[in-house]
C-alpha cells in the first residue's frame, strides 16, 4: 500500500494492511489508508498537506482512513504542542489533532501573550516547590505526581523554549529576563504565543491533522490504548488513527457554562466542551476533584466584554481591586493569610448565610466593582484601558461593573502515573488541572505535556500495535453518522439542545452552589436525556462545514461532564478553592482535606473519598497551612 511521505515520495505502509482489510471489511467499513505530509489534513487550513487514498476494503457504509504511528495526540493547545515537542525530541512517529484550527485552537489560541510561569531557574529542590503549590492549591494536591510535572517545568524550560520559537521575554538593564529576579519556585512573564510554538511542531516533522472532531477512543481487550476514530469537521470524513500511546490534552470543558454570565466567554472557547474528559468517564476512569471549576470576576456588566488575558477584572492575581455595592474592598482583610480569591468565594457563601449582600443590585447575575486601577502596566496589555475606551466610545471612570466567568477546570483522573499514564495503559493525560486552580494554567499544562510526552514516547519504543478494534469504530460511526440523519417526529434543533444542557450546568455549578441548586440541575440533565437527546435534529444534512452537527456530537460531552460535576460538587460538603457551598460555607481541613472521586460504571453514578497523597508535606501540615478566615461558626 502506497502513501505519500512528508519528502513527497511514496512509500509502503506495513505491516498492518491485511489486519486493516480485514478487520474493516468484517464490520461493512471501506478502509483506505492516508499517510498525511507535513501539515494539516484535507479541508484544513493551517498547512498544505497531500494524502493518497488507498483502495477500498469493501462498499460498506463508511469509508475510513487509517492514519498510524507510534504517539497520538488529541489537542494541540499548550499541553498537547510541549507533549509534542518532547515526544519528538525522543524519535516518536507523532500524530497530532484538534478540533479547531490548528494554532489558534481553543484557550491557549486566543489569549496572546499568555501568562508565562516557570520555575526553570529555581535552585532549590523540587519538595519546596511541591509545598509551596500545595499551599496554594488549598492542600488537594497528588504531591508524587505534583512532584514530577514540576521536575517536567524545570526540564522543559518554557521561557527559554518561548524565546527560541520567537517570543522576546521582557529584560532589565543586566540583559537577564525580569522574571529571573528571585530564586523562586515559580516566576511569571508573559508572551507565550501558542502559534509560534505549533509553527515550529510542524516544522519539526509532526503530523498534523486539525478540525478533527475525535468521537471516541480505541482501546483493545485489555484496556490498553489503540488509537481513537474521529471525523474531519470540513469533509466529513471518517478517521481511524491507530497507534501505541495516545496523550489526551483536550483541555477544559467550560464551554458548558458559555453564554451564562453576560455573554459569550473568550478566555474559554467553543472548543472546550470537555470531550477528552467525557472519553474517560465512558471507559470508566475516576475523576478526581471535578467540582473545582476555575473562575474570577470578568465579564463587563452590561456588554459582556472578556478580552482573555490582561483585561480589568478581578481575578486571583488581582482580587484586591474587587469592591463590593458600597465600593469597599472585598478580600483586604484575607490578602495576608490566603490567595485571596477562594477566600472572597468563601465569604460570599458566608455573607449570603448571614443575609448580608456584597453584589451590585443592577447587575443581575451577580457582579461586583472592580476598580480601573488593577490595568496591567507590563508590555503587553499596558493600553487595554486606553483601547477599552476607544472601542465602547466613552471614558470608562475609576470603576466597571463585572460578574463572574468560569475558564478552567481542574479535575483529572485520580489515578496519574509519575509520567502521566492513567488507569489505561498507554494512554496518558494533559492538562492546566491543579495549575489553573491559582491561575498557573500554562505552568501545569507545560509540566504534564512534558511528562506525558516522555511516557508515551518511551512506550511506543517497547509496544506493539495492538489491533484496530472494529466494532468500537463502527458502533462510534453509526451514534455520529445517525444524528445527522436523524429524522425525529418532534424535531428539537441540536444548537437548542446544547443550549438547554449549558443552562442545566449554571442552575447548580455557577460560583456560589446549594444543594438545591445541585439537585434542580440533576434534575435537568436528566431531562434533556430523556426528553431532549432522542429528538436531537440536525437540519442540514451536509457532511461539511456542519456547525449543527459539530453541538450535536458535543452534547454528549456537556451532559457527561455536567453529570460528573454536579455529583461531586453535592459531595463535598465544605466550600474550598474555587467550590463554593452556601449551604456549608467553611473550609474544613479537619474532615474535608480529601479528593472527590467521581466514577461513572454501566450508566450509574457514584462518588469515593479519598485521603490526599501526602508524600512530601504530611496532611496534618498541610491542614495547618489553609486559612479559614471570616468562616466562624
Request: charged content about 20%; hydrophobic content about 40%; proline content about 3%.
Amino acid at each position: 500500500m502506497a502513501v505519500q511521505g512528508n519528502d513527497g515520495t511514496k512509500k509502503r505502509f506495513a505491516p498492518t494492511r491485511r489486519d486493516f482489510l480485514k478487520g474493516a471489511a468484517a464490520f461493512g467499513i471501506a478502509a483506505s489508508f492516508a499517510g498525511v505530509a507535513s501539515g494539516c489534513s484535507q479541508g484544513a487550513s493551517a498547512e498544505t498537506g497531500t494524502s493518497d487514498q488507498g483502495e477500498k476494503a469493501s462498499q460498506g457504509q463508511y469509508a475510513v482512513s487509517v492514519f498510524e504511528g507510534d504517539v497520538l495526540i488529541i489537542g494541540a493547545g499548550v499541553s498537547g504542542i510541549t507533549a509534542a515537542r518532547k515526544a519528538l525530541d525522543d524519535g516518536a512517529d507523532l500524530m497530532i489533532v484538534d478540533k479547531g484550527p490548528w494554532g489558534h485552537c481553543g484557550s491557549s489560541g486566543i489569549n496572546w501573550g499568555h501568562d508565562l510561569e516557570t520555575n526553570e531557574w529555581f535552585s532549590g529542590p523540587i519538595e519546596d516547590a511541591v509545598i509551596t503549590w500545595t499551599a496554594m492549591n488549598n492542600g488537594l494536591c497528588n504531591q508524587t505526581y505534583d512532584k514530577a510535572v514540576l521536575e517536567g517545568v524545570r526540564q522543559a524550560r518554557p521561557s527559554a523554549t518561548a524565546e527560541q520559537v520567537g517570543s522576546v521575554l521582557q529584560r532589565g538593564e543586566d540583559g537577564e529576563p525580569i522574571a529571573k529576579n528571585a530564586d523562586s519556585p515559580m516566576v511569571v512573564d508573559h508572551g507565550y504565543f501558542l502559534m509560534w510554538h505549533a509553527r515550529d511542531i510542524a516544522a519539526k516533522g509532526a503530523r498534523i491533522y486539525d478540525r478533527v472532531f475525535i468521537l471516541d477512543l480505541l482501546l483493545g481487550e485489555d484496556g490498553s490504548a489503540a488509537g481513537a476514530v474521529g471525523i474531519n469537521l470540513v469533509t466529513g470524513e471518517a478517521y481511524v488513527f491507530h497507534a501505541k500511546s495516545v496523550i489526551l490534552a483536550t483541555g477544559s470543558y467550560v464551554w458548558a457554562a458559555g453564554y451564562n454570565g453576560q455573554g459569550a466567554y473568550s478566555i474559554g472557547s467553543p472548543e472546550n466542551t470537555g470531550d477528552g474528559y467525557r472519553m474517560l468517564l465512558d471507559a470508566g476512569v475516576p475523576m478526581r476533584d471535578m467540582e473545582q471549576i476555575i473562575c474570577d470576576v470578568a465579564q463587563w456588566y452590561p456588554k459582556g466584554c472578556r478580552q482573555g488575558m490582561g483585561n480589568i477584572c478581578g481575578s486571583i492575581t488581582t482580587h484586591n481591586f474587587i469592591f463590593d455595592k458600597d465600593k469597599q474592598p472585598i478580600t483586604e482583610l484575607v490578602t495576608e493569610n490566603g490567595w485571596g480569591f477562594p477566600e472572597m468565594l468563601r465569604m460570599l457563601a458566608k455573607a449570603d448565610l448571614d443575609g448580608r449582600t456584597l453584589e451590585v443590585e443592577e447587575a443581575e447575575m451577580g457582579g461586583f466593582y472592580v476598580s480601573t486601577e488593577c490595568q496591567p502596566v507590563n508590555r503587553y496589555y499596558a493600553r487595554v484601558g486606553e483601547n477599552y475606551e476607544r472601542g465602547l466610545g466613552y471614558d470608562i471612570g475609576d470603576y466597571v461593573i463585572d460578574v463572574f466567568s468560569q475558564w478552567d477546570c481542574a479535575g483529572m483522573p485520580s489515578q496519574l502515573s509519575e509520567h502521566a499514564e492513567t488507569s489505561l495503559p498507554g494512554v496518558y493525560f494533559s492538562n492546566a488541572g491543579e495549575g489553573a486552580w491559582s491561575g498557573c494554567a500554562l505552568l501545569w499544562c507545560v509540566g504534564t505535556g512534558w511528562i506525558a510526552g516522555e511516557g508515551a514516547a518511551s512506550r511506543a519504543k517497547t509496544s506493539e500495535y495492538m489491533p484496530i478494534p472494529w466494532d468500537k469504530v463502527r458502533s462510534s460511526l453509526d451514534e455520529a453518522f445517525g444524528l445527522l440523519a436523524a429524522e425525529p417526529a418532534d424535531k428539537k434543533r441540536a444548537l437548542e439542545v446544547f443550549r438547554n444542557i449549558q443552562k442545566a450546568y449554571w442552575k447548580g455549578l455557577q460560583p456560589a452552589r446549594s444543594a438545591d441548586g445541585l439537585n434542580e440541575c440533576l434534575k435537568e440533565i436528566d431531562r434533556i436525556e430523556a426528553e431532549e437527546i432522542p429528538n436531537m435534529y440536525v437540519a442540514s444534512k451536509s457532511k461539511q462545514l456542519n456547525s449543527d452537527w459539530q453541538r450535536a456530537l458535543e452534547a454528549k460531552s456537556l451532559l457527561a461532564v455536567t453529570r460528573a460535576t454536579a455529583h461531586a460538587a453535592l459531595a463535598r460538603e465544605e466550600s474550598r478553592g474555587h467550590h463554593c457551598r452556601i449551604d456549608f460555607p467553611k473550609m474544613d481541613s479537619k474532615n474535608w482535606l480529601k479528593n472527590t472521586n467521581v466514577t461513572c460504571t454501566d450508566g450509574t453514578w457514584s462518588v469515593e473519598l479519598t485521603d490526599i497523597d501526602d508524600a512530601v508535606c504530611p496532611a496534618e501540615t498541610v491542614a495547618s497551612m489553609m486559612s479559614e478566615y471570616g468562616m466562624e461558626a
